[in-house]
């Protein structure tokens, strides 16, 4: 992926950058998008996992929706020329303003996730004399086997309406003249790598469905989320699974009647694989036990490794080129934060490496740049784009 000039452009420029290849996120939307038309499903896209502002605009050119977690979120998607009716709110505490915020910019839908939030959003709506189009999230206590922090939809989640509870949530939807019912939603969890766990989600969205339907209720909308994973061990080798076959498990086993629409919002899968963290050797420790290689990025610009203990692939750019000559060296790969949990990988090997050595951090692009904080008071990370 990286010629010697984009290399030669990286060693020009001050570094920690996350670096976007456009081609790629364009190759990947492209995908997707002709997969989900020929199955007729919409996606929109979970703007989390990325909302830097080129590549949201490349997203909304694509034609895909937006699926916000945050009242700045939404007031970003719309300003970016998402339209509000392919536009979601979903999020476990959402503040009056926000939820204010997006009654007057008309989203297409709010996801729901708390009897008490759907009292609150009626009597907000009626101050406004709006109607709210609503789904329902429901927890499927479904095991999307990933890592547990990142895993969603089990009983001791936080996120959704259990479903012990849908009798009463359906007593107070009833109630609630300021909101449309238009759906159910389900997220499980993200970096999902096993297909049968989404056929596992489809089995539980039936067997809901069917619950709401023989309750008199209409459902015009079943939303499955997101969660399908990328192959971090990989990052030039495309998705895990062709988008063909993620949407093919839903045709194959997901109820639907003709007219409804069946929606995703996936995240992960459309930007990680275009973005990786680029980064620059400061110092090279050699110990008695443990060669360290100390960049000028650390947990501030990329704390997934650190957080969900996630691999990324680490690549020196400076060498690899050159590979065939040189000597491998087994490196702790460190940042310069002050905790000793600010290491992108132990014993990584890699050609001998020297101060000044330009190095790629891959499939960063989801959950990096927007996880990035300022916590030693370092600067914003910036980012550069292929031309
Ligand atoms: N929909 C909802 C309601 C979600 O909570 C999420 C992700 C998505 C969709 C998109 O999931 P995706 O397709 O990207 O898997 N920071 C973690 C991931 C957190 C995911 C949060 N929710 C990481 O770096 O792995």
């Not at 809901?208 to 023989?214: A, L, R, S």
């Not at 639907?256 to 680029?278: N, P, Y």
Request: proline fraction near 2%; glycine fraction near 8%; hydrophobic fraction near 40%.
């Amino acid at each position: 992926m990286f010629t010697p000039d984009t290399v030669n452009r990286f060693s020009q420029l001050e570094t920690p950058f996350y670096f976007y290849d456009l081609g790629i996120l364009s190759d990947t939307l492209k995908s997707c998008k002709e997969a989900a038309d020929k199955y007729n499903f919409q996606v929109h896209y979970a703007m989390k996992a990325n909302f830097n502002t080129r590549v949201l605009e490349m997203i909304r050119e694509s034609g895909l929706g937006a699926d916000c977690v945050s009242g700045n979120e939404v007031k970003k998607a719309i300003s970016i020329g998402f339209s509000p009716q392919k536009t979601v709110f979903a999020g476990v505490g959402k503040s009056d303003k926000e939820i204010n915020d997006a009654l007057d910019l008309d989203i297409l839908c709010f996801n729901v996730e708390s009897i008490q939030e759907l009292k609150v959003l009626d009597s907000l709506a009626a101050k406004r004399f709006k109607k709210a189009k609503v789904a329902i999230r429901i927890n499927p206590n479904v095991d999307a086997q990933t890592h547990h922090n990142i895993t969603t939809g089990l009983d001791e989640n936080k996120f959704g309406i259990n479903q012990w509870e849908l009798q009463d949530c359906v007593e107070v939807l009833k109630q609630c003249v300021n909101l449309e019912f238009i759906g159910i939603h389900f997220h499980i969890g993200s970096q999902i790598t096993d297909l049968m766990v989404f056929k596992s989600l489809c089995v539980k969205v039936n067997e809901m469905h069917e619950w709401f339907e023989e309750r008199g209720f209409h459902i015009k909308v079943l939303n499955v989320g997101g969660g399908l994973g990328v192959d971090y061990h990989k990052p030039n080798a495309g998705p895990l699974v062709s988008f063909n076959s993620y949407f093919q498990v839903f045709d194959q086993f997901l109820h639907r009647h003709a007219g409804q629409e069946v929606h995703f919002e996936l995240g992960r899968a459309l930007v990680a694989s275009c973005g990786s963290l680029i980064s620059r050797v400061l110092y090279v420790k050699n110990g008695l036990k443990k060669n360290f290689l100390i960049l000028d990025a650390g947990m501030t610009e990329l704390i997934r490794p650190m957080l969900y203990q996630a691999f990324h692939q680490i690549e020196n750019l400076s060498r690899t080129l050159r590979s065939s000559e040189s000597n491998f060296v087994n490196y702790d790969v460190v940042g310069p934060i002050c905790e000793s949990t600010d290491c992108f990988g132990k014993e990584v090997e890699l050609p001998e490496s020297y101060r000044g050595d330009i190095i790629a951090i891959r499939t960063a692009g989801a959950y990096g740049e927007v996880m990035s904080s300022g916590y030693n008071l370092r600067e914003s990370v910036r980012s550069e784009y292929s031309n």
